[in-house]
């Protein structure tokens, strides 16, 4: 019969449910790479660390969550005052947070509760207590010398040793957890008071 069309011949118009579904779907996946792309970007940018232990005491408590600028070193060198996430040299799979205290080229010498760089004494109104130990260090080119501010309760370059420049994390820049302590964190320029 001519003029006559099997129902398999004749074209299929997409229901409005249909095209719902494909509106959803579409919706969802592209939510999806963005979701990924944001991810991606956010971890090439910063890092999560959380503070363990009480050798940042006052400045930082433990539990507390610290966002890190990694790209912070990329475009700047640290400075004296810095509080810095760095994988630990004896232990590359641990991260520790400290503040910078030597630069390269600078000798660091603790005695009598003050700690003095190039013989200069440095004026830290930030600490939980003067330091009760003392010592020389010489700090390297591509190296830097770090102090937790509970002088007395850190495990730092006092006993390790120096900070490798390439196990520089980046600079920690912002308390987010618990939402009480949210706080930028203050990188205090720390001055040299003289001998």
Sequence with gaps: MEGYKAESDVPTVPTEETLDLRRFLLDVIETVLLSVALYLGINALTARVRVDGFSMLPTLNDGEYVLVNRLAYRLGSPQRGDIIVFRFPINP????????????????????????????????TYIAAPPRYSGTWSVPPGYLFVLGDNRNDSSDSHTWGLVPMENVIGKAVLVYWPPTAWAMIDHTQVAVAGP
């Design 93 to 124: 799979h641990q991260d520790f947070i400290k503040r910078v205290i030597g630069l390269p080229g600078e000798k660091v010498e603790i005695a009598n509760g003050e700690v003095y760089i190039n013989g200069a004494r440095l004026d830290e």
